[in-house]
């Protein structure tokens, strides 16, 4: 078999708004940007020994993995990534074959930026490309939703994060100043113009790190679960306002989280499309309250940054993905001086296969 290379680009994202909606069956408004996780990979040279392996060197943190092509073991931290695109790739039949991968990233880990996500999805495009150019025969197409269903299973079985489709969806459907509406429970994706003219979102870094897998996030996930066993209703986008009023605490104030941010959502929507970014701010603030008080995801550091951002004259900040910790994001006004550490994001390109 001749030498093949691959190599595949996948960004990380910002929710707008609509935080932990997406497992609820709910809205979410998110958008790919700039940062995100490039891999390379190559196949072995021909009759080298170690040619039905896998080996991984992360760049960043000049770390090495190397596994059986065939049955991967779980593993803990990073190296539970390739592992499970591996494994998850060979059990929806797509052809790999042994190769060398390589990882350089740009978005700092457990940073609410989807690293996690966007190094699923560089590792599905680019081994799941690799494989139809050495096996064309064999070769199998994906769609975009696909991969970010296969990505999630990496992320729930392998990484042991019960997270939702939010971040993958974000990574693969992104594009340039696009944000995408997305109905968790259809799966349609709808691309909403984000149109910023002087404004800014940029975000402002709290320092504190989460890891989903250990995080109160699979405990946020049950509390869901329990409210909609109480409500007798299959997610909680079916909940109605009234039912949820009489849920015990802290179910109610779970399930009026996300009843109210799927509201959000929609109110977001229609502020974009009318050029309205004052109501964006609003709507931000509102998210970020309903996130400490009522969801209780934030921590002091988080509030401390949202503080420096809303001090410094944001429009509206918020806390971004699952929480405990990672980026804070903040929307400012025309000529607004940002404070120490914020820095601008903008909506980009959606994951995609480089040059090799
Ligand atoms: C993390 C998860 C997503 C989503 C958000 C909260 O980013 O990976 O699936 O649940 O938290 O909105």
Redesign the pocket.
């Known amino acids: 078999m001749p030498l093949e290379r691959s190599r595949a680009f996948a960004p990380g994202r910002v929710?707008l708004i609509g935080?932990?909606?997406?497992?609820n069956q709910g809205l979410?408004l998110p958008f790919a940007i700039g940062p995100g996780v490039t891999v390379c990979a190559a196949t072995w040279p021909p009759g080298s020994p170690g040619e039905q392996r896998v080996s991984v060197y992360a760049r960043d943190l000049d770390e090495r993995d190397e596994f059986p092509l065939t049955e991967p073991a779980p593993a803990p931290g990073w190296r539970a990534f390739a592992r499970g695109t591996v494994g998850e790739l060979t059990r929806a039949g797509f052809p790999l074959v042994g190769a060398r991968l390589q990882i350089t990233g740009e978005l700092a880990l457990g940073a609410g930026l989807?690293s996690s996500?966007a190094l699923e999805v560089a590792l599905c495009l680019v081994l799941s490309e690799l494989g139809s150019r050495a096996c064309p025969d064999r070769a199998r197409t994906a769609t975009r939703l696909d991969v970010a269903r296969l990505c999630a299973r990496v992320e729930n079985e392998w990484v042991g994060?019960q997270?939702?489709?939010?971040?993958q969806l974000a990574s693969l459907y992104g594009a340039p100043d696009t944000a995408l509406r997305i109905d968790f429970r259809t799966l349609d994706i709808e691309p909403v113009p984000l149109r910023l003219g002087d404004w800014r979102l940029v975000l402002l870094d709290s320092g504190e790190r989460h890891v989903?897998a250990s995080s109160g996030?699979n405990e946020r996930r049950d509390e869901c679960a329990q409210a909609c066993r109480r409500l007798g209703v299959e997610s909680l986008r079916e909940a109605r306002a009234e039912a949820i009023a009489g849920l015990p605490e802290p179910l109610r104030r779970r399930a009026l989280h996300v009843f109210e941010e799927n509201q959000r959502v929609i109110e977001a929507v229609c502020a974009l499309r009318a050029d309205d970014l004052e109501t964006i701010g609003r709507l931000l603030n509102a998210s970020h309250r309903s996130l400490r008080d009522n969801y209780e995801v934030s921590t002091p550091a988080v509030e401390d940054a949202a503080d420096r951002l809303l001090g410094a004259g944001a429009s509206g900040a918020r806390l971004i993905?699952?929480g405990f910790g990672g980026n804070v994001l903040g929307l400012f006004g025309p000529g607004v001086q940002l404070p120490a550490g914020a820095y601008e994001v903008r909506p980009g390109a959606g994951a995609h296969l480089l040059e090799s």
Do not use: K
């Open positions: 929710n935080e932990h909606t997406d497992y979410a989807s996500a994060a997270t939702g489709l939010l971040d989903h996030y993905g699952g």
